[in-house]
């Protein structure tokens, strides 16, 4: 790695060191001997990391080129791609239901495999706090013209990045000092995301889907890429020999950093695979059959 300053949307930065995409990629290169295995895993939060913050998160719907993207890099031999992301199952569904990847919605509470057709809680939950938070978080809604609160099945938001900085600050004081009092008492989590404040259980948490994966399939790769606080969840997941990648400024425990969503893109299009090139089947094994090319 160099030590040349970074170059915005184009190089990655690791420990104050610059280095290129290219280098970042030589890291995430397929490894081990047999095609058919999953050999990387990507774990890849979707607002601030796919496709850019917006000021209504309704907006934030995907582009064709992260579809293109993330359909081709699901088709990578050895591959497997698993978005994680705070949202809701629908939204996930009707967003990126069509592709070949796995869909992790709610921080990791709920999973639909790759190819599945349902989900799947991967905890069990208890959620009898939700209305009593929903009408806290209702009344400080009232006071803060558009903030909004996003009810999910065992998570609790309040977004406020398009309401006024002025006449946000003292009801979120507020918001914040009572949602905490709520945590305590039902043993829950009350986190700073970008401009949303979330309220879940505490253990659902986006550290449970690398913990599952490496489960599932041990010696893979991990690579997590995320942007906000959500994700350091998300990093604590990954084990030494694995890549944690924060988008954007801010502090974190990821030994990786890219600038910006274009940055993932570009990072993420050297390790798919070219639109022409055909995905290898690699879930085809010879026959026992087969003729014996010796003979
Ligand atoms: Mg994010």
Redesign the pocket.
Known sequence: MSHEPAAPGAVAVSDGCAGTLQELLALIAPRGALPRDPRVAWLL?????LVA?VDRPGDARPDPEVLDLLGRLATAPGALVEVV??RSRAVLDAWLGSLPVGLNAEHGLWRKARGASTWTPTLSVDTSWLPLAAEVIAQATGQVPGAHLELKSATLAWHYRIADRARVVAPLRDLRRDLEVLAERHDLSLVN??EVLELRCRGVHKGLVPARLLAEHPGILIVAI???Q??EDLFRGVPPDGLSIK?GVGPSIARWRLHDVAAVRSLLAGAAPARETQPLRADVEPTQDAPDREH
């Open positions: 939060d979707y607002d601030g990391t913050l992301s705070g995301g970008a995320g942007d906000d959500t994700d988008v």
